[in-house]
């Protein structure tokens, strides 16, 4: 599996100390972010128009793209996106879907529970024939909550407990002979 791997140090090392400063008010702006092969892809709106961004993690060193007219000195919005995905890998999609077989680290794991919403992985659930009581039974949240985390999961709100649920439902998955209805 392809992940993208990227740490702050690689973005320090990629960007001059001023564009990282001038990135920060467009951390977490993207619209429309996705990771495919390992590169990161996203649109902002900025000062002069709406932007095209790439950041390719999946060359040393990174090189990026970007439609503003920064150039090859670097550009706020590029830096940005790198620390949109290591600050908020749940506002990204995956081009490309991800084998569960081909998981076999904790930061694999970590990023697909990161950028699958959380809808699918219970929509997953339900065509094992796994319930929406059932998981309720076995996580101790109702259906309420349940039905609460997927539509924050739907609007980008993230947070630690629909991760949890994701995890849960991923074990539940991996296990589903034993929790049938």
Request: aromatic residues 6%; hydrophobic residues 35%; proline residues 1%.
């Given at each position: 599996?392809?992940?993208?791997?990227?740490?702050?140090?690689?973005?320090?090392?990629?960007?001059?100390?001023?564009?990282?400063?001038?990135?920060?008010?467009?951390?977490?702006?993207?619209q429309d972010c996705t990771v495919k092969g390992g590169d990161l892809f996203?649109?902002?709106?900025?000062n002069h128009?709406?932007?095209?961004?790439s950041?390719?993690?999946?060359?040393?060193?990174?090189?990026?793209?970007?439609?503003?007219?920064?150039?090859?000195?670097?550009?706020?919005?590029?830096?940005a996106l790198g620390l949109t995905f290591i600050y908020s890998p749940w506002l990204f999609t995956c081009a490309e879907k991800i084998d569960r077989a081909e998981l076999t680290s904790v930061e694999d794991i970590h990023f697909y529970i990161s950028v699958t919403p959380l809808k699918q992985i219970i929509d997953e659930l339900r065509s094992a024939g796994i319930g929406l009581a059932k998981?309720?039974?076995?996580?101790?949240?109702?259906?309420?909550?349940?039905?609460?985390?997927?539509?924050?999961?739907e609007k980008g709100l993230a947070g630690s407990s629909g991760d949890l649920l994701k995890?849960?439902?991923?074990?539940?998955?991996?296990?589903?002979?034993?929790y049938r209805k």
């Open positions: 599996m392809n992940v993208a791997k990227l740490t702050e140090e690689q973005i320090k090392a990629a960007f001059r100390a001023e564009v990282l400063e001038r990135a920060e008010g467009s951390i977490g702006q993207f996203g649109k902002i709106t900025g128009g709406s932007y095209s961004v950041l390719y993690t999946s060359k040393t060193p990174l090189s990026f793209s970007c439609t503003c007219r920064s150039g090859s000195e670097g550009c706020k919005h590029a830096a998981l309720s039974e076995l996580t101790k949240l109702s259906s309420q909550q349940i039905s609460a985390a997927v539509r924050s999961s995890l849960a439902s991923l074990y539940v998955l991996e296990h589903q002979a034993r």
